[in-house]
């Protein structure tokens, strides 16, 4: 740890209260520098993207998220860099390790060097309490069709079958997308498809064909170049390296 990301920790929580965080099962917590690398996290973060506390450090959203993803968290990031201003309680979609569906709400709020300047941020996230119950009338809708997608996708469902479902055009259904997760349905397909083929791949003793059909890919090869653009490695290195870990 450099003496910035020394400053940056002591900045941003004393370290009791990072102790504090660290025993949370279902709240994500985490430290971020100016340039959006990963300072501290979580034990529940480490869990929630499968992968172990000291290989996140270092990395950025773009090294630990799918792309959809990672994009929209920096946006928000950036912008607290830039203004110095909070984001509290922002509505989120996150597929966690084993492609269950989660609405939580997150806060980001900026870290202040020394000198009063911002010097990275720092954020919770935490899931609500029942999601028909609690998440806005907009969000429920989307509850329902995600669910949809998540128990279908053996069945190779597209774009068209969700649209099918939702009862509304590709068109529409790609715009209130975009509203609402800032990214379309076939890039929430593609996190699914992922985040279930991770599972299948630690507690099944199925092979990377069979998973590739459970999962909805139209091959094997297709699975394989899907699964690393987003975990940058193949099914067979991932399903390795969690036996050996």
């Given amino acids: 740890m450099n003496a910035e ?10 370290e009791p209260l990072l102790s504090l965080f660290a ?12 340039e959006l690398r990963t300072v501290w996290v979580n034990p529940t973060v480490a869990y929630y993207v499968n992968m172990r506390e000291e290989d996140i450090i270092g990395k950025t959203d773009m090294e630990i998220y799918p792309e959809e993803l990672a994009i929209n968290f920096e946006k928000d990031d950036r912008y607290v860099i830039r203004t110095g201003e909070g984001i509290v309680g922002k509505t989120e979609l996150l597929v966690n390790r084993f492609g269950t569906v989660e ?34 009338d907009e969000y429920q809708a989307f509850s329902r069709i995600i669910e949809f997608a ?3 996708l053996h069945k190779r469902i597209g774009v068209s079958d969700l649209a099918a479902f ?7 259904l790609n715009r209130r997308f975009r509203v609402i997760l800032q990214y379309n349905p076939q890039q929430l397909l593609a996190q699914l498809r992922v985040a279930k083929a991770c599972q299948l791949l630690q507690e099944s003793v199925l092979n990377v ?37």
Avoid: Q
């Avoid at 949370?24 to 520098?33: F, G, M, S, T, Y």
């Avoid at 806060?107 to 990275?120: A, M, Q, Y």
């Fill in 5 to 14: 990301n020394d400053e940056l920790l002591g900045a941003a929580l004393v």
């Fill in 23 to 34: 025993g949370l099962p279902d709240v994500l917590c985490w430290v971020k520098d100016a």
């Fill in 103 to 136: 609405w939580r709400k997150i806060t980001k709020l900026p870290v202040l060097g020394k000198n009063g300047k911002v010097i990275g941020t720092t954020g919770i996230s935490v899931p609500f309490d029942n999601a028909e119950e609690s998440l806005p």
């Fill in 150 to 152: 998540r128990e279908n």
């Fill in 166 to 172: 939702a009862g509304m055009s590709e068109s529409t």
């Fill in 209 to 245: 064909s069979e998973i590739a059909e459970r999962c909805g890919y139209d091959s094997p090869a297709a699975f394989a170049r899907a699964f690393k653009k987003v975990k940058h490695t193949t099914p067979r290195g991932f399903r390795a390296a969690r036996k050996a870990g």
